[in-house]
């Protein structure tokens, strides 16, 4: 089944970034000349998704206003859509809340992470509930790491401040729209959801080694700036 849908969570408060991202949702802020957002629309776009689904909370209004400003929709030839959530719901929660609003099988990406390679050979895939693009990282001590036995997740472990290097979660994954639980209740992908399905043998993963980086800290948001200045 080719996959049509590309959901981007962009509800993060961006603590950890300080002030810059007080007033400026995190995937808002300016990288490269341009939102960090308007990098993985515009890959998106290029890479056959017509529609895109935003997952808002922080200032979504920000977000909003620049869609319409830029007239994102026309330029990308893309339908983008957002949806707010009523409270901190999570990012299992968020997407929860717009559970009617997901195709049967949806690619969905951090807003806050730029993880480069196939999206739409890897959005086409099936055969799990999830799918989880994997990278090898070092050092991996900011994330919990996955166990991978042939292409089926066998394991999530949780971070380990002594890592120093493993399989991580690339920001980007393969769902189905029945692997989302319909609840009210905020809850994280990451803890809770992606560990269920993983307990229940429907998570797969697949390697990539494309440029990757998340911009949750100040040292990663000028990685980022070199990185996609070079994209």
């Known amino acids: 089944m080719r996959v049509r849908q590309c959901v981007i969570l962009v509800g993060g408060l961006g603590t950890r970034l300080g002030d810059i991202a007080r007033d400026t949702p995190k995937p808002m802020l300016p990288v490269a000349g341009r939102p960090f957002l308007e990098h993985l629309l515009v890959k998106a776009a290029r890479s056959g ?3 895109a689904l935003l997952l808002a909370g922080h200032r979504a ?3 909003t206003g620049h869609i319409e400003a830029e007239a994102l929709t ?7 859509a957002v949806s707010v959530e009523p409270e901190p719901l999570g990012t299992g929660g968020a997407l929860s809340h717009a559970r009617d609003r997901l195709d049967d ?5 951090n807003g806050d992470t ?19 693009a994997l990278r090898l990282v070092e050092p991996a001590d900011r994330y919990e790491t996955v166990v991978l036995n042939g292409d ?4 999530i472990r949780p971070r380990d401040a002594s890592l120093r290097k ?9 769902l189905t729209k029945m692997a989302v639980p319909k609840t009210n209740r905020a809850f994280s992908l990451e803890a809770e959801l992606l560990p269920a399905l993983c307990k229940a043998q429907d998570l797969g993963g697949q390697v990539f080694d494309g440029a990757f980086v998340d911009i949750g800290v100040p040292a990663s948001l000028t990685a980022a700036e070199q990185i996609l200045a070079s994209s």
């Not at 099988?105 to 990406?109: V, Y």
Request: hydrophobic residues 50%.
């Open 74 to 80: 026309d330029r990308l030839g893309m339908e983008i």
């Open 49 to 51: 998704f017509d529609r």
């Open 152 to 155: 089926l997740v066998d394991e």
């Open 166 to 174: 493993g399989l991580i979660n690339g920001g980007v994954c393969r």
């Open 105 to 109: 099988a949806f690619l969905l990406l």
């Open 114 to 132: 730029w993880f480069d390679f196939d999206w739409r050979a890897f959005a086409d895939l099936g055969g799990y509930g999830g799918l989880m």
């Open 61 to 63: 209004e920000v977000i």
